[in-house]
């Protein structure tokens, strides 16, 4: 098969299309057959070693966790899905080396759900890993229908499906963002305010009392700080990257795949409730230009490879 690799640790500049034997199947895995993938920050930080401490790595290395994709072959006692049927998944194992970028890719049942049929491969490529981050944040925190959240970065891949789904559970959202963003979030329900200093006194203008709940999705230290000083109970607030946030009382959230958050997921997509901003495109020979994209930092939603 036709993967994207890297012989070691590197940046874009290293990324190489090689042909590499195709994946196996183990029990309880699939084929897919790759019609798109995902690409996330962390797929160019994995491969520059930043993640080296804790996780493990063997190359050559195949990057990329987030597949939309056709079920190609089944491996042993692998019962929930046929040869042919079209399947979304965040495909992370107990190590990185076989990842999205490529042709082929095997996943295991946990990592996996159905395709929503009203995305299209892009979107649906782009959803998993920024989807499930955003759910899982939003659970560990405990948000309930009628309460005030506050969404760090909420224009961003994370933050966007975030606003979504808190929308589509009853919940009044006040989003962080650059003013060309503001018109993005109002289109989703949020109520936005603009980040920077004085962001405290903008929120509680919008929310007096305090907010319920707060996310945050950039990891700049003041995210957490100012969530902790606008909160009502100061241990509901999660962040994906500050380290220090459970020191302060709060969660520290790393995404994990799970079948069942996909399909909750997927059936908000297919019910009209979460749709997935595709910023760019890129063939999958051109994966280096969308990680030096990405590594930018200013795209409005997803980059995606189409395979």
């Given at each position: 098969?036709?993967?994207?690799a890297?012989e070691?640790?590197?940046?874009?500049?290293d990324?190489?299309?090689?042909?590499?034997?195709d994946?196996?199947?183990?029990?309880g895995?699939f084929?897919?057959?790759v019609?798109?993938?995902?690409?996330n920050?962390?797929?160019?930080k994995l491969a520059?070693?930043?993640l080296?401490?804790?996780?493990?790595?063997?190359f050559?290395l195949?990057?990329g966790?987030d597949v939309?994709?056709?079920?190609?072959?089944?491996g042993p006692?692998a019962t929930?899905?046929?040869?042919?049927?079209?399947?979304?998944g965040?495909?992370?194992k107990?190590?990185?080396?076989n990842?999205?970028?490529?042709?082929?890719?095997s996943?295991?049942?946990?990592t996996l759900?159905?395709?929503?049929?009203a995305?299209t491969?892009?979107?649906?490529?782009?959803?998993?890993l920024?989807?499930?981050?955003?759910?899982?944040?939003?659970?560990?925190?405990g948000v309930?229908?009628?309460?005030?959240?506050?969404?760090?970065?909420a224009?961003?891949g994370?933050?966007s499906?975030?606003?979504q789904?808190?929308?589509?559970?009853g919940?009044?959202?006040?989003?962080?963002?650059s003013?060309?963003?503001?018109?993005?979030?109002?289109?989703?329900?949020?109520?936005p305010?603009?980040?920077?200093?004085?962001?405290e006194?903008?929120?509680?203008?919008?929310?007096p009392?305090?907010?319920?709940?707060?996310l945050?999705?950039v990891g700049d230290?003041?995210a957490?700080?100012?969530s902790l000083a606008v909160?009502?109970?100061?241990?509901r607030?999660?962040?994906?990257a500050?380290?220090?946030?459970?020191e302060?009382?709060g969660?520290?959230?790393?995404v994990?795949?799970?079948?069942?958050?996909?399909?909750?997921?997927a059936?908000?997509?297919e019910?009209?409730?979460?749709t997935?901003?595709?910023?760019?495109?890129?063939?999958?020979a051109?994966?280096a230009?969308?990680w030096?994209?990405?590594?930018e930092?200013?795209?409005?939603?997803?980059i995606?490879?189409?395979?």
């Amino acid at each position: 098969m036709k993967a994207i690799a890297l012989e070691k640790y590197g940046s874009a500049d290293d990324l190489r299309l090689v042909d590499l034997p195709d994946p196996k199947v183990a029990p309880g895995e699939f084929l897919i057959r790759v019609k798109a993938a995902g690409v996330n920050p962390v797929d160019w930080k994995l491969a520059a070693g930043y993640l080296d401490g804790i996780m493990e790595v063997k190359f050559p290395l195949i990057s990329g966790w987030d597949v939309a994709g056709v079920v190609e072959a089944v491996g042993p006692d692998a019962t929930e899905y046929q040869v042919g049927d079209e399947v979304f998944g965040y495909v992370r194992k107990d190590w990185a080396q076989n990842g999205a970028y490529a042709e082929l890719v095997s996943g295991p049942v946990r990592t996996l759900a159905r395709k929503p049929a009203a995305l299209t491969w892009e979107q649906a490529a782009g959803v998993p890993l920024a989807g499930l981050t955003a759910y899982q944040s939003i659970k560990r925190v405990g948000v309930k229908e009628g309460e005030t959240v506050l969404v760090h970065a909420a224009a961003g891949g994370v933050g966007s499906f975030a606003v979504q789904i808190l929308v589509a559970q009853g919940v009044r959202v006040i989003g962080t963002a650059s003013e060309r963003n503001h018109e993005f979030l109002r289109g989703l329900g949020a109520e936005p305010v603009t980040y920077g200093d004085g962001l405290e006194d903008r929120v509680r203008a919008l929310a007096p009392e305090g907010v319920d709940a707060a996310l945050d999705f950039v990891g700049d230290g003041a995210a957490v700080d100012v969530s902790l000083a606008v909160l009502k109970q100061r241990d509901r607030v999660a962040s994906i990257a500050d380290g220090s946030v459970a020191e302060k009382g709060g969660h520290s959230v790393w995404v994990r795949p799970d079948a069942n958050d996909l399909r909750f997921l997927a059936e908000l997509a297919e019910a009209g409730k979460l749709t997935v901003n595709v910023d760019r495109t890129f063939p999958l020979a051109e994966a280096a230009d969308a990680w030096r994209l990405s590594a930018e930092g200013r795209t409005r939603g997803k980059i995606v490879l189409t395979v």
